[in-house]
């Protein structure tokens, strides 16, 4: 197993417009160690949710590598870059993206099931999770049924059902009041405390303060960094 | 005589269904010599009669030597889609009565012939041979087969007529159906980024099209072939009353029925795996973009 979780270098993307291409992202290299957790700050448009597009090889970089678990994961074939995603990196979103035809329990459930993972076994990491983001009273209710808050923790037991090694989270306290965000924020800490790595991109000092480790961005670069 | 070939005179019922100039319900017989008739159930029906009755016939449209029957049943007409819109007023008479009934009076031979009868042949393929055979017995009679070749069948030409129809059917429909899933699949943009967000692959989330693709179209089809049935019925009852004729208009046969499943259900499941690979080959992130 490698030091580090993620290890980018010279990563960059540039987004081809009508106007003449846009670089998003410019020679970002750092890393992530599997028990780190990490906040990603910076105004809006300065790249922070394609840094984390990358990371979670749900896009793609023009140019530069990205070892995960120290396997260079750029050039992987999408079908083994969704594998990567379903077993060894979990989303959370701002917002949410629940599949809003299943119960809570469903939406916790489906990820594992598609990791090949048996239907007791399922049933059993189903009720562990519920209850460890508090919402065993609701495993049936749709998401339409529950609040933002509720919903942004099926989602984080959704995102480490198959218990990933990297948990990213795009701004997920963007659409919840203050009293909510903290609590999520606590479940991210736990998250973390349990073992997993996260790498969170937000705008929220209180979000970003919980982390151990702040990268700062501008203009698709890395500015500053500091460690708590 | 060697005769190669069996004449089915339909001698004991009458072959023809004489259109009779003109009938009457007679109250008492007129003769000790009445004979049996059949009468069709249109007529039996229009003209309120009965099984048992007497009535008059006579060839002469003034009812001139009119001839007493006894009705002894109704029959239904053999359906026939070229007359369809006919009245089927009919009776079935023996052939010699019907012979006596329009013989000509001032002719003592008329009583002796006629001028044309149907020849039902127990193999239809050896009609040539047959005509052949007549004709060399009888010259100057003139035979011909009732049998036309398909180019002046207009029931052929109509058929093609319906084939044409169906292929244009066939193919707006199936560009319809395409737009239907394109649009179906777009509304489950949203669904296809996450189940790729959380891992799901595009083999994986296209099985899955598949999958609701074969049942959708399966659905359908069997939802259309009871459509079909009912219209069938619809159709049949309402044109069998409008023309009181039994003649079956719309018929759904099973092979009808399984050309259309044969058909519906690939086109179905083509046009949802196209739509959903419309969709699938866009990026992750493009599927979540509001």
């Given at each position: 197993m490698s030091a580090t979780v993620i290890e980018t270098t010279g990563l960059t993307k540039t987004f081809p417009m009508p106007a003449g291409p846009v670089t998003a992202l410019r020679d970002v290299s750092f890393s992530v160690a599997p028990d780190e957790y990490v906040a990603v700050t910076g105004p809006?448009?300065?790249?922070k949710s394609t840094l984390l597009h990358l990371l979670g090889s749900v896009d793609t970089a023009t140019s530069g590598t990205l070892l995960f678990d120290g396997r260079?994961?750029?050039?992987?074939?999408d079908a083994e870059r969704s594998r990567i995603r379903l077993t060894q990196i979990g989303f959370v979103f701002q917002r949410f993206?629940?599949?809003?035809?299943?119960t809570a329990w469903e939406n916790v459930e489906l990820p594992q099931g598609e990791a090949g993972a048996s239907k007791a076994e399922r049933r059993a990491r189903t009720a562990e999770l519920l209850d460890y983001v508090g919402l065993s009273q609701r495993a049936r209710h749709r998401p339409s049924q529950l609040s933002g808050g509720e919903m942004q923790r099926v989602a984080i037991a959704r995102a480490i059902a198959n218990r990933p090694r990297l948990l990213l989270a795009d701004e997920?306290?963007?659409?919840?009041d203050r009293s909510t965000g903290e609590q999520i924020a606590e479940l991210l800490d736990r998250v973390h405390a349990d073992g997993n790595a996260i790498v969170v991109v937000t705008h929220d000092p209180a979000i970003a303060a919980r982390a151990k480790r702040r990268l700062e961005m501008r203009d698709g670069e890395i500015v500053a960094e500091a460690s708590a | 005589m060697r005769r190669p070939f069996a004449l089915?005179?339909?001698?004991?019922?009458?072959?023809g269904t004489a259109a009779l100039a003109s009938f009457q319900p007679t109250?008492?017989?007129?003769?000790?010599d009445v004979t049996d008739i059949l009468v069709s159930r249109q007529l039996l029906e229009s003209q309120d009669l009965a099984v048992g009755d007497l009535i008059d016939l006579a060839a002469d449209p003034t009812g001139a030597r009119a001839r007493a029957f006894r009705i002894v049943g109704s029959y239904e007409p053999l359906p026939d889609p070229a007359r369809?819109?006919?009245?089927?007023l009919e009776v079935r008479l023996h052939l010699q009565d019907m012979v006596d009934m329009l013989a000509?009076?001032?002719?003592?031979?008329s009583g002796e012939s006629v001028s044309a009868i149907n020849v039902a042949l127990?193999?239809?393929?050896r009609e040539r041979e047959f005509r052949r055979s007549v004709f060399g017995q009888v010259p100057g009679l003139s035979v011909w087969s009732t049998q036309r070749g398909d180019s002046a069948n207009p029931f052929v030409v109509l058929e093609q007529f319906h084939l044409a129809i169906a292929i244009v059917t066939i193919l707006a429909s199936t560009a319809f159906l395409l737009a239907l899933m394109v649009m179906r699949s777009e509304e489950r943009r949203e669904t296809a980024g996450i189940l790729r967000l959380i891992g799901l692959g595009k083999r994986r989330v296209l099985t899955q099209v598949l999958i609701e693709g074969v049942i959708i179209a399966t659905v359908g089809a069997a939802f259309g072939i009871a459509l079909a049935l009912v219209a069938q019925s619809g159709f049949n009852q309402f044109f069998q009353w409008r023309?009181?004729?039994?003649?079956?208009?719309?018929r759904v046969s099973p092979k009808v029925a399984a050309q259309c499943v044969a058909l519906a259900v690939p086109l179905g499941v083509i046009a949802s795996v196209v739509a959903s690979w419309t969709l699938l080959r866009r990026e992750v992130l493009a599927l979540l973009r509001r």
């Amino acid at each position: 197993m490698s030091a580090t979780v993620i290890e980018t270098t010279g990563l960059t993307k540039t987004f081809p417009m009508p106007a003449g291409p846009v670089t998003a992202l410019r020679d970002v290299s750092f890393s992530v160690a599997p028990d780190e957790y990490v906040a990603v700050t910076g105004p809006s448009g300065c790249g922070k949710s394609t840094l984390l597009h990358l990371l979670g090889s749900v896009d793609t970089a023009t140019s530069g590598t990205l070892l995960f678990d120290g396997r260079d994961i750029s050039a992987l074939p999408d079908a083994e870059r969704s594998r990567i995603r379903l077993t060894q990196i979990g989303f959370v979103f701002q917002r949410f993206y629940l599949l809003p035809m299943l119960t809570a329990w469903e939406n916790v459930e489906l990820p594992q099931g598609e990791a090949g993972a048996s239907k007791a076994e399922r049933r059993a990491r189903t009720a562990e999770l519920l209850d460890y983001v508090g919402l065993s009273q609701r495993a049936r209710h749709r998401p339409s049924q529950l609040s933002g808050g509720e919903m942004q923790r099926v989602a984080i037991a959704r995102a480490i059902a198959n218990r990933p090694r990297l948990l990213l989270a795009d701004e997920p306290t963007g659409e919840l009041d203050r009293s909510t965000g903290e609590q999520i924020a606590e479940l991210l800490d736990r998250v973390h405390a349990d073992g997993n790595a996260i790498v969170v991109v937000t705008h929220d000092p209180a979000i970003a303060a919980r982390a151990k480790r702040r990268l700062e961005m501008r203009d698709g670069e890395i500015v500053a960094e500091a460690s708590a | 005589m060697r005769r190669p070939f069996a004449l089915l005179l339909t001698a004991f019922i009458a072959l023809g269904t004489a259109a009779l100039a003109s009938f009457q319900p007679t109250a008492e017989p007129t003769s000790s010599d009445v004979t049996d008739i059949l009468v069709s159930r249109q007529l039996l029906e229009s003209q309120d009669l009965a099984v048992g009755d007497l009535i008059d016939l006579a060839a002469d449209p003034t009812g001139a030597r009119a001839r007493a029957f006894r009705i002894v049943g109704s029959y239904e007409p053999l359906p026939d889609p070229a007359r369809f819109t006919q009245q089927r007023l009919e009776v079935r008479l023996h052939l010699q009565d019907m012979v006596d009934m329009l013989a000509d009076p001032a002719d003592p031979q008329s009583g002796e012939s006629v001028s044309a009868i149907n020849v039902a042949l127990h193999d239809p393929e050896r009609e040539r041979e047959f005509r052949r055979s007549v004709f060399g017995q009888v010259p100057g009679l003139s035979v011909w087969s009732t049998q036309r070749g398909d180019s002046a069948n207009p029931f052929v030409v109509l058929e093609q007529f319906h084939l044409a129809i169906a292929i244009v059917t066939i193919l707006a429909s199936t560009a319809f159906l395409l737009a239907l899933m394109v649009m179906r699949s777009e509304e489950r943009r949203e669904t296809a980024g996450i189940l790729r967000l959380i891992g799901l692959g595009k083999r994986r989330v296209l099985t899955q099209v598949l999958i609701e693709g074969v049942i959708i179209a399966t659905v359908g089809a069997a939802f259309g072939i009871a459509l079909a049935l009912v219209a069938q019925s619809g159709f049949n009852q309402f044109f069998q009353w409008r023309y009181d004729t039994a003649l079956v208009f719309v018929r759904v046969s099973p092979k009808v029925a399984a050309q259309c499943v044969a058909l519906a259900v690939p086109l179905g499941v083509i046009a949802s795996v196209v739509a959903s690979w419309t969709l699938l080959r866009r990026e992750v992130l493009a599927l979540l973009r509001r």
